[in-house]
T-cell receptor, first 115, second 115 residues
Framework: AQSVAQPEDQVNVAEGNPLTVKCTYS??????LFWYVQYPNRGLQFLLK??????LVKGSYGFEAEFNKSQTSFHLKKPSALVSDSALYFC?????????????FGDGTTLTVKP | NAGVTQTPKFRVLKTGQSMTLLCAQD?????MYWYRQDPGMGLRLIHY???????AKGEVPDGYNVSRLKKQNFLLGLESAAPSQTSVYFC??????????????FGDGTRLSIL
């Protein structure tokens, strides 16, 4: 079985400050990990993924995420937040051996960046 | 390149009515998925398909049926709509197991209200 937890429903940061959106996961095997962003009335858009290798992965729009195997975490980060980063963010996990490659999504974290 | 296209974008039904939601992708993806998104509950998998002519149940399949007669299309049917099926429905697609580390591509959703 696989699962994802996003412990914060809402994250508020000031523009220009660093942001972190937290994600922890559970899989029986090795994970593929993904972050997606959803803007109002739109579908989810892929931001970045961890497959293997470097624990720090870089993605779109200046976002990055750090994979920590011992803490089973994959937190999303950005050094300097923009108002336009305000959106709903989803973490997803897929066990590399899972049938049909089904992903499990977290419940989402709403990021609000204030000017 | 349109990606994943969902039809219709909005629909209001009366309890007991039936309807079909259409998902079309032009990326030659093998895997396709139907999710529902409800506030505070993230994305829940309804049904999925690993290739033309195949379908399988996801996490919340009751009250829904699907068909994948053509590789590019994945249809979601509601046989007898119930108010509990009021939701936003998302279709997604992904390349085959050879590329299992690839992200899913999402449509912009169908907003369905059941009165």
């Amino acid at each position: 079985a696989q699962s994802v937890a996003q412990p914060e429903d809402q994250v508020n940061v000031a523009e220009g400050n660093p942001l972190t959106v937290k994600c922890t996961y559970s899989v029986s095997g090795n994970p593929y990990l993904f972050w997606y962003v959803q803007y109002p009335n739109r579908g989810l858009q892929f931001l970045l993924k961890y497959i293997t290798g470097d624990n720090l992965v870089k993605g779109s729009y200046g976002f990055e995420a750090e994979f920590n195997k011992s803490q089973t975490s994959f937190h999303l980060k950005k050094p300097s937040a923009l108002v336009s980063d305000s959106a709903l963010y989803f973490c997803a996990v897929r066990d590399i051996n899972t049938n049909a490659g089904k992903s499990t999504f977290g419940d989402g974290t709403t990021l609000t960046v204030k000017p | 390149n349109a990606g994943v296209t969902q039809t219709p974008k909005f629909r209001v039904l009366k309890t007991g009515q039936s309807m079909t939601l259409l998902c079309a992708q032009d990326m030659n993806h093998e895997y396709m998925y139907w999710y529902r998104q409800d506030p505070g509950m993230g994305l829940r998998l309804i049904h999925y398909s690993v290739g033309e002519g195949t379908t399988a149940k996801g996490e919340v399949p009751d009250g829904y049926n699907v068909s994948r007669l053509k590789k590019q299309n994945f249809l979601l049917g509601l046989e007898s709509a119930a108010p509990s099926q009021t939701s936003v429905y998302f279709c997604a697609s992904r390349a085959s197991s050879t590329y299992s580390n690839q992200p899913q591509h999402f449509g912009d959703g169908t907003r369905l209200s059941i009165l």
